[in-house]
């Protein structure tokens, strides 16, 4: 395309010389004009050109990384069921409790792959914006209500100090489902990112004139500064995270990021290592018809 664009220039020179040139001659003003014109033309062609070629060139480069990571997902929790299928069919485990065992792990590993799977349906559906979004007046204490139920249901049996402090009358407009959805996947993270004794959570709405504010603080392990953009992305997920063998896809966060984003907002986390973190999801404020 480099090749292309020397003549253009050339020619542009000349149409100007025409015109700089052509004094009261109409024909060669003319002929400026055109020159200058259709090379004008000419390069804004090889600029959106090279504009949409380098974009699809991202946009497929993104897709491999994107078929990649999915595959490297996906292959294994279905390495560990063959693996387990194999073992039990060609009866190398006899004892009965090692065979149960055996089973339990099978379950485990096809409940992950469930949930993989369902996971990536969800966010290519957000993504692609065909995800059916009711869009209604919601106070923030219905959000956080519905969030709480899922979130109580994946802790039963464990012990978190959880603290949620509400600012009345705050209302957003968008999908009470999908908010919690995303509010109950920040609680999640912040429960597996913690220590496994003395666990605290707190869940806190506040806001201003324009915006509301819902903040899952916690006094997990933290994240390092040059890791806090990156774990908003598919199948990204913290070092220590990964280090420390703690179960996860690396979606959770990129569906939040989805939907808040899909309802006019943003979300933010600050944190440092080993000090905990503090995400924010921040939306615009419904104040009625007449806003």
Not at 3 to 31: E, N, R, W
Not at 114 to 139: H, M, N, T, W
Not at 219 to 238: A, L, M, T
Request: proline share 3%; charged share 20%; net charge positive.
């Amino acid at each position: 395309m480099v090749t292309a664009l020397i003549p253009t220039v050339f020619m542009t020179l000349i149409g100007i010389i025409l015109l700089a040139t052509g004094g009261s001659k109409s024909v060669a003003i003319v002929s400026g004009i055109l020159v200058v014109s259709f090379c004008a033309t000419s390069l804004i062609g090889y600029v959106l050109g090279t504009i949409f070629v380098t974009r699809g060139a991202g946009l497929a480069a993104i897709q491999n990384e994107f078929l990649a990571a999915v595959s490297h997902e996906l292959r294994t929790p279905l390495t560990s069921i063959n693996l387990f299928i194999d073992t039990l069919r060609e009866e190398r485990i006899t004892d009965p409790a090692e065979k149960q065992r055996c089973l339990t792990m099978v379950s485990q590993e096809i409940v992950r792959l469930d949930s993989l799977v369902g996971k990536l349906i969800e966010l290519s559906k957000l993504e692609s914006q065909r995800a059916a979004f009711e869009r209604r007046p919601v106070p923030v204490r219905e959000i956080i209500d519905e969030a709480l139920v899922a979130f109580k249901a994946i802790t039963v049996g464990t012990e978190v100090d959880l603290r949620v402090t509400v600012q009345p009358d705050l209302i957003v407009f968008g999908d009470r489902g999908a908010l919690g959805q995303a509010v109950a996947n920040l609680l999640t993270n912040s429960w597996k990112y913690t220590g496994a004794e003395g666990k605290r959570i707190q869940i806190s709405a506040g806001a201003d004139l324009k915006h509301v504010w819902i903040i899952v603080s916690d006094n997990g392990i933290g994240i390092p500064r040059h890791e806090q953009k990156v774990i908003f992305e598919k199948f990204e997920r913290g070092a220590d995270a990964v280090n420390g063998g703690r179960a996860g896809s690396g979606l959770g966060l990129a569906v939040v990021q989805a939907i808040v984003s899909a309802h006019r907002g943003s979300v933010d986390v600050r944190s440092e290592p080993q000090q905990g973190a503090r995400f924010r999801i921040t939306l615009p404020r419904w104040k009625g018809a007449s806003a």
